[in-house]
């Protein structure tokens, strides 16, 4: 099942995208559940492909905005440099434990809005990631039971503001300008992605392959992720883990390619779709 998060008319909600348009899912699973967060908090998921079942669309795509695929997590929690040959072009040494930071849920897009180049740098890079939606949180999940806590996958654009990121070793201030973080189109339910490691993922800028690799090539997997992040704080339905970038990425080409205003990235991952963002100036 594929889900979405939008606007329509101002009033915010959430469905179920089929090929001609979409299932109105806002207050139908359960009283006052109007929100895709909602609806996984509450364990809606199953219901939710109980009622959509038989059922033809309500609206059009057309006919609302889409949102960020969960729009407001209370964690969006990042992994740096997870692929070998990203880090490899990166020149960070091996590490035992994976890279982490944040991103904040209010610079977050979705899909077909702007990525935002801002005026306070010409180093405006891409990072094509998979996104994971837990279903269920907890502490110090076990990584043998880890993947039934994921409730889907989804594209994201990890925008990275380059020369902020290095003012210091901390990544945080080049990773959450407004604008930056494109989420979407919609999720796939993890029952209906299977092996998450068989996707391939590709960014292309402009139409030009910039970044080919597979799932297979994580440095650390999701269930690792789930387990080592659980430790340090709980993870909750709806929040959010962006799992790091292939190598390819602008800043290590020669020479650098940068996002421009008027430039066009696509992130896609098998089922998950493409998420496309064009870019524009602050």
């Given at each position: 099942m594929k889900l979405?998060?939008?606007s329509k008319h101002g009033v915010t909600g959430f469905g179920a995208l089929l090929d001609e348009g979409i299932i109105d899912l806002t207050n139908k699973l359960e009283e006052n559940v109007n929100s895709l967060k909602g609806a996984i908090g509450a364990e809606l998921l199953k219901k939710a492909?109980?009622?959509v079942a038989g059922r033809t669309a309500d609206f059009a795509l057309s006919d609302v905005t889409l949102l960020p695929v969960i729009p407001d997590p209370a964690k969006i929690i990042c992994?740096?440099?997870n692929y070998e040959n990203h880090r490899a072009e990166m020149k960070r040494p091996e590490v035992e434990y994976p890279t982490?930071?944040?991103?904040?849920a209010d610079s977050q897009?979705?899909?077909r809005q702007a990525l935002i180049k801002p005026t306070i740098s010409d180093r405006f890079d891409f990072e094509g990631e998979m996104a994971v939606i837990m279903e269920n949180g907890g502490r110090n999940i076990p990584e043998k039971s880890a993947m039934n806590?994921?409730?889907g996958y989804a594209c994201y654009v990890d925008g990275t503001v380059r020369d902020w990121q290095h003012h210091t070793s901390q990544f945080t201030p080049g990773k959450t300008f407004s604008g930056s973080g494109a989420f979407g189109p919609y999720m796939v339910t993890s029952d209906e992605v299977g092996d998450y490691?068989?996707?391939?993922i590709q960014t292309r800028l402009n139409g030009k392959v910039m970044q080919n690799a597979t799932l297979a090539d994580l440095i650390f997997h999701v269930p690792r992720l789930i387990n080592y992040i659980s430790q340090f704080t709980p993870l909750s339905a709806g929040d959010v883990i962006v799992t790091g970038t292939p190598g390819g990425v602008g800043d290590k080409r020669e020479p650098p390619v940068y996002l421009v205003p008027g430039d066009t990235l696509e992130?896609?991952?098998g089922v998950l779709g493409t998420l496309v963002n064009p870019v524009e100036a602050e």
């Open positions: 979405v998060s939008f492909d109980e009622y992994v740096g440099v982490i930071f944040t991103r904040f897009i979705a899909h806590h994921v409730a490691t068989q996707l391939p992130v896609e991952i």
